[in-house]
């Protein structure tokens, strides 16, 4: 017997399996019949995505379910299905499960893909695996008289022939997202129940996933190749046996959920994930598809991860700091950029943290250990207390007063740092790298035409600010004229920046991403 629903559904982008459309399109002309093509699933589908309903809970039975029992041909309605017992049957059961007990491979890879486990176990204690392979052994016939004719009969066994290899493909996808092969009941294996039904692709794959062909356990009265019926199966078993031990490669590597056929640690299994694709459902609880949705909008995008102890694919909302920015972002250079994207875990901080001071400690804690940020610059700032600094933002912060106290503790504890002797890095270096000024940039001020390195307050030099703008500054003129045509539109349109030190451009840029700040000030100061 099979689930199906009354009526069908016209697809819509929106209602389209989470699948690839050449996989999903082919499975619609092998299986018309699937529960994801009926008109019942896009509602489940929406529900899952958006986290309003779990991959793992029972199936729901609603009263436009039908059943249809293969044995009589007859199509039952919720009362008649009621009277058998099968809705208590469906309503217990696991999307994994109701697939592999009708061999609905499309639905055990979309369920698979919305979340659902290979370990989830229904109320007699089955995995989806197990259960499949048993449900083989009802549809086996039997040699008891029948009062069906020859051809009736002959009917009746390639129907079954054609469900039990059904049944047996979802059973193989199964194992190939490593189920269990080992899983005994009743002192019955899965290599036994598939000896019994001479499943021959589900015995090599259970033999390639590590499936014991001699359970000592169960005693050599019980070995699985007692269940095959003639002498050339028993020979083919001891063949596949014999065959599987000589590989020295061990279990195949587990799929992707995502359904790309790529294992796990290639696919979604690497650091950061993969981003959602364009023409699923949007995760944000709307029914439109992710593209006409939150891929519209600037800065945020959802990524896929795979969560090893969930056994699924989790979504999560992140923040691109390039999208963020937009075309401002060239003004940070390339390697920053790439740095702080790899040291801050997918937008984890953003769903982690309770405020802007929180953000920066976790921050700071990852690009302070990977040297991203300066020691002395991580000292000082937690010394002082205070959030980053940043030039256009001391104004409004804080008083004159307070201010010059914050970076006399601030500087003070760059001093202490130098007096420590824990960095072998020259004074200057260091004092270049971490201490800041009243106006809330670097103390020391680096010469802003290219190639020149020299810095204010060292070797007696004294920058000259751009008497336009106020902001960039230079050793001479001769630096201020070979400047000139870089800084010329920045200047006339009054977008001139203060310099950061490379610390406070790290920490900035990283807070801004992390925070998920569109505007305001982090993105003010990296503008």
Same mark, same amino acid.
């Given at each position: 017997?099979?689930?199906?629903?009354? /009526?069908?559904?016209?697809?819509?982008?929106?209602?389209?399996?989470?699948?690839?459309?050449?996989? @999903?399109?082919?499975?619609?002309?092998?299986?018309?019949?699937?529960?994801?093509?009926?008109?019942?699933?896009?509602?489940?589908?929406?529900?899952?995505?958006?986290?309003?309903?779990?991959?793992?809970?029972?199936?729901?039975?609603?009263?436009?379910?039908?059943?249809?029992?293969?044995?009589?041909?007859?199509? &039952?309605?919720?009362?008649?299905?009621?009277?058998?017992?099968?809705?208590?049957?469906?309503?217990?059961?696991?999307?994994?499960?109701?697939?592999?007990?009708?061999?609905?491979?499309?639905?055990?890879?979309?369920?698979?893909?919305?979340?659902?486990?290979?370990?989830?176990?229904?109320?007699?204690?089955?995995?989806?695996?197990?259960?499949?392979?048993?449900?083989?052994?009802?549809?086996?016939?039997?040699?008891?008289?029948?009062?069906?004719?020859?051809?009736?009969?002959? %009917?009746?066994?390639?129907?079954?022939?054609?469900?039990?290899?059904?049944?047996?493909?979802?059973?193989?996808?199964?194992?190939?997202?490593?189920?269990?092969?080992?899983?005994?009941? %009743?002192?019955?294996?899965?290599?036994?129940?598939? &000896?019994?039904?001479?499943?021959?692709?589900?015995?090599?794959?259970?033999?390639?996933?590590?499936?014991?062909?001699?359970?000592?356990?169960?005693?050599?009265?019980?070995?699985?190749?007692?269940?095959?019926?003639?002498?050339?199966?028993?020979?083919?078993?001891?063949?596949?046996?014999?065959?599987?031990?000589?590989?020295?490669?061990?279990?195949?590597?587990?799929?992707?959920?995502?359904?790309?056929?790529?294992?796990?640690?290639? &696919?979604?299994?690497?650091? /950061?994930?993969?981003?959602?694709?364009?023409?699923?459902? $949007?995760? $944000?609880?709307?029914?439109?598809?992710?593209?006409?949705?939150?891929?519209?909008?600037?800065?945020?995008?959802?990524?896929?991860?795979?969560?090893?102890?969930?056994?699924?694919?989790?979504?999560?909302?992140?923040?691109?700091?390039?999208?963020?920015?937009?075309?401002?972002?060239?003004?940070?250079?390339?390697?920053?950029?790439?740095?702080?994207?790899?040291?801050?875990?997918?937008?984890?901080?953003?769903?982690?943290?309770?405020?802007?001071?929180?953000?920066?400690?976790?921050?700071?804690?990852?690009?302070?250990?990977?040297?991203?940020?300066?020691?002395?610059?991580?000292?000082?700032?937690?010394?002082?207390? +205070?959030?980053?600094?940043?030039?256009?933002?001391?104004?409004?912060?804080?008083?004159?007063?307070? @201010?010059?106290?914050?970076?006399?503790? @601030?500087?003070?504890?760059?001093?202490?740092?130098?007096?420590? /002797?824990? %960095?072998?890095?020259?004074?200057?270096?260091?004092?270049?790298?971490?201490?800041?000024? +009243?106006?809330?940039?670097?103390?020391?001020?680096?010469?802003?035409?290219?190639?020149?390195?020299?810095?204010?307050?060292?070797?007696?030099?004294?920058?000259?600010?751009?008497?336009? $703008?106020?902001?960039?500054?230079? $050793?001479?003129?001769?630096?201020?004229?070979?400047?000139?045509?870089?800084?010329?539109?920045?200047?006339?349109?009054?977008?001139?920046?203060?310099?950061?030190?490379?610390?406070?451009?790290?920490?900035?840029?990283?807070?801004? @991403?992390?925070?998920?700040?569109?505007?305001?000030?982090?993105? %003010?100061?990296?503008?």
């Amino acid at each position: 017997m099979y689930l199906r629903t009354e /009526g069908t559904v016209k697809h819509h982008r929106d209602s389209d399996p989470q699948l690839p459309r050449s996989l @999903w399109e082919s499975f619609e002309r092998e299986f018309p019949n699937s529960f994801i093509f009926s008109s019942v699933f896009p509602h489940i589908r929406q529900c899952i995505v958006s986290k309003k309903a779990s991959p793992n809970s029972a199936v729901p039975v609603t009263s436009n379910l039908t059943i249809q029992c293969l044995e009589s041909g007859t199509t &039952c309605g919720k009362e008649e299905t009621e009277k058998l017992g099968l809705v208590d049957l469906f309503q217990n059961m696991g999307y994994l499960h109701l697939a592999a007990f009708q061999g609905d491979l499309p639905l055990a890879y979309e369920a698979r893909r919305l979340g659902t486990s290979v370990r989830i176990r229904n109320k007699d204690g089955l995995s989806a695996l197990y259960f499949g392979c048993r449900t083989m052994t009802t549809f086996m016939g039997s040699d008891a008289p029948s009062n069906k004719s020859p051809a009736e009969e002959a %009917d009746d066994r390639e129907a079954f022939a054609a469900l039990r290899a059904k049944i047996s493909r979802v059973c193989v996808f199964l194992l190939s997202h490593h189920s269990d092969p080992n899983e005994t009941h %009743d002192g019955l294996s899965l290599l036994h129940i598939a &000896c019994l039904t001479s499943s021959w692709d589900l015995i090599h794959a259970l033999l390639l996933h590590g499936a014991d062909p001699s359970p000592s356990s169960l005693g050599p009265s019980r070995h699985p190749v007692r269940f095959l019926k003639t002498e050339s199966d028993r020979a083919r078993f001891r063949s596949l046996v014999s065959e599987v031990k000589k590989s020295t490669a061990g279990r195949p590597p587990r799929l992707c959920p995502c359904a790309s056929g790529l294992p796990i640690e290639s &696919c979604h299994g690497v650091p /950061g994930g993969k981003l959602y694709p364009q023409e699923y459902l $949007c995760c $944000c609880g709307t029914r439109r598809i992710y593209s006409a949705c939150c891929g519209k909008q600037s800065g945020r995008v959802w990524t896929e991860e795979w969560n090893e102890v969930a056994d699924r694919l989790e979504t999560r909302e992140t923040v691109s700091l390039e999208s963020l920015l937009g075309d401002r972002h060239q003004n940070i250079s390339d390697s920053m950029l790439e740095r702080v994207l790899q040291a801050i875990d997918s937008g984890a901080l953003a769903h982690r943290m309770d405020g802007f001071r929180q953000a920066q400690d976790e921050i700071l804690n990852k690009l302070g250990a990977s040297g991203q940020i300066h020691p002395a610059f991580v000292v000082a700032i937690r010394k002082a207390g +205070i959030l980053v600094p940043y030039p256009a933002g001391i104004a409004v912060a804080v008083s004159k007063g307070e @201010w010059r106290e914050t970076i006399a503790i @601030w500087n003070g504890a760059v001093d202490a740092y130098i007096a420590s /002797g824990v %960095d072998s890095q020259p004074k200057d270096a260091i004092e270049n790298a971490a201490k800041i000024s +009243i106006i809330g940039g670097p103390l020391y001020r680096r010469c802003e035409a290219s190639g020149c390195a020299n810095i204010e307050g060292r070797n007696s030099v004294q920058l000259q600010r751009c008497m336009r $703008c106020q902001t960039a500054v230079y $050793c001479g003129r001769t630096c201020q004229k070979s400047a000139w045509q870089s800084h010329k539109l920045a200047c006339q349109s009054g977008k001139v920046k203060a310099q950061l030190l490379p610390s406070q451009r790290e920490l900035l840029a990283a807070m801004a @991403w992390a925070t998920g700040s569109q505007n305001g000030p982090y993105v %003010d100061a990296l503008s």
